[in-house]
């Protein structure tokens, strides 16, 4: 029964979810009227979702709206449809659009819609004062209501028949902006407007403008009338005539007001709190131009021009003279003259850094002059009170130049093969600027033009040139040239190839000659030798000078401590020092010190048999005199007390023998552990033990 239950459970279970299933087919978000919306129209946002469904049954959907990812409309409900409603659109209304719905669990979102409020809403532009003066500022607000930032604003100042100026200002936290323009002179009617704009993101970036603001009316008014400047003088103005300048101007108030008089903008008198300026001087050919004069007043100001024409009195003299470069003790003559015009007090200057110096008060000079004349000069002709200067004029005077003097700048004549030659041209005398010329053989190398001397450096040397040097100088005296004496270079060649040698090679006896050969290859003369044996310290055992390509040093002893390594070093006057491979010298012993050492070996030797030989006779002779007396014992027994009696007398006999004499009047041997050695000694000997007997007997009767 129980099981029966559960089955029918089940399959109502599965009817019914059979009946819950749905899906979504799509989620779609449109705009009406248009994806494109006029500001201030209204503008709806709708989001649709398409679902699928097994039955009909009651589903609810969460439908949000968002724009630029942030929530702006939520909604639940049982139909698939969301309306967001804008009645009044704005350009903040301006964005991505989409929607997302969610329903039992399942979730489905739109593409994204564009938006665009076309259009702004019309600035509003407030000036802060509708009458100002020349000078002043006029502070303008410009305001978007109902707009988002970040926005930007544009200004314009407009004047009758001129372009409008125009300011720019961003505002990224505000939907207004304040800006000041400044009144200038000229300004009298002025006229404000502003626009708005901001950042459009459509298919491409754009910026969006709104329509112009409310023009405002601005009013100025002068502080002051424009000045007037004028001279109180004929109108023909020569060099000479006294010039007065007066610039005037009307004030509304006297306060920080100041007049200003310019010419090509150097000021030249100004006044201030003072409605009038003056100016005079005695007029000169400069004081022709344009003049200027300016009212100020705070930030307002007006100015006046006036041109001016001098007329010139007569023209700049003109300073002549005979010669322009002479030599020194010549006769020079300056003449100063006016092109058509006698009458002027003339004087003669030479010009100096401290002041000029006043030669004479005439038109004329003449003088005889020397070095100390060289310099520019200037005439001066004044006629009612002005004083006009000539062009300077450069007059040099010239010593003679005097017989160079050619050398080596380091010092010697000589130069190192490979090395350049710096060669150096002096004089002692002459004006500059001189000219010199450096020659090698007769060939030009370098033309110098400098004071008092000149350097040539010659980098081609080679070994077997044998081309002097010289030097020419002149300037501009008539004199001429002067040539140098002609300078002999001795080339230096290098050290090259230094070799080491010695006679004999590699082993020499001990108390020998050694002949040391140190040479070289390639290498100027004198050269410098030096021999050496390398220690700790390399010690130096030989030094020579010559001029020669080698030396030869005989070391006449040799030792065992002169056996080492040897090497050469050489040098010359191009200061570098070469060496030579090293060799290894052995000293070995001499001929007659192997014998005096072989004899040695040989005596020691003859000695040390001669001593063995020695040493085996005498150990044989002691064991001869046991075997004779054991056989006396053995064949003679009677007759033992008769030689014991002889041998008592005789004590000498026995004296540090190897027998001793025991209880019953036997022979021993002290030696126990030779006994079968003499006996065997007694059988071998019997025969010539009897036979030596009686010498030896007749041997000890006599002692």
Known sequence: MYLALLVIFLQCSGVYTQERVFTFNSVEIRAEPSVKVKNGAPMSIICYADISKSANFHLQHNITIFKDGKLVYMIVSDKGVAQYEVPIARSSDTGEYDCTVKADG?????????????GMT?????????????????KLRCELPEEVPPLQFLFRKIKMNSTPKEKYVF??????????????????????????KRYVKHINIELESS?????????????????????KSTSNITEGDRIEFECSTVVARMRDIEIILQKNKTI??????????????????????????????????????????????FPKPILSASMSKLDENKELTLSCSISGFRKANFSILRRNSNGDILLKNSRNLTMRVNVNDTGSYICKAEVKRIAKESKPVRISVYAPVSKPTLSVVSGLPEVVLGKPLRLICRLLMGTPPITFTFYK???????VINDTYATFLDENIRQNDKRGYKCDARNNHSSGVKTSNILN??????IQNVSLGSIPYG????????????????????????IFKKTDHDTLLYEKTESTDRIVWHKETMSRQDTGTYYCMVSNRAKVNVKSHPITINVILASWQKGVIAAFVLILIAGAITLTVWWFLCKKKKAKGSSMEMSRSALATNSTNEKLARQHNDGDYYSGSGYIEDGENHMKSTDENKGTDLESAEVEYTEVEVSTLDPHRENTRAS
């Open 106 to 118: 399942k979730t489905k979102s739109s593409n994204p819609l564009h938006v665009w409020v076309t």
């Open 122 to 138: 019309k600035p509003i532009l407030t000036a802060e004062k509708r009458e100002v003066l020349e000078g002043e500022v006029v």
């Open 171 to 196: 505002e990224a936290h505000r939907n207004f902006s304040t800006v000041e323009f400044s009144v200038e002179e000229g300004d009298n009617i002025l006229q404000f407007d502003c626009f708005g």
């Open 211 to 231: 329509e112009p603001s409310n023009r405002t009316l601005v009013t100025v008014k002068e502080p002051f009338i424009k000045p007037s400047l004028i001279i």
């Open 268 to 313: 030249l008198n100004s006044v201030r709190d003072e409605k009038l300026l003056k100016y005079s001087a005695v007029a000169t050919l400069e004081d022709s131009g344009e003049y200027l004069c300016k009212v100020e007043q705070g930030r307002a100001s007006k100015t006046t021009k006036l041109n001016v024409v001098v007329a010139e009195l």
């Open 441 to 447: 053989g007769n060939e030009v190398k370098k033309v």
């Open 489 to 494: 270079i001795t080339v230096i060649v290098p």
């Open 507 to 530: 082993e020499v006896e001990d108390g020998s000659e050694t002949v040391f050969l140190c040479s070289v290859e390639e290498g100027s003369w004198p050269i410098h030798f030096k």
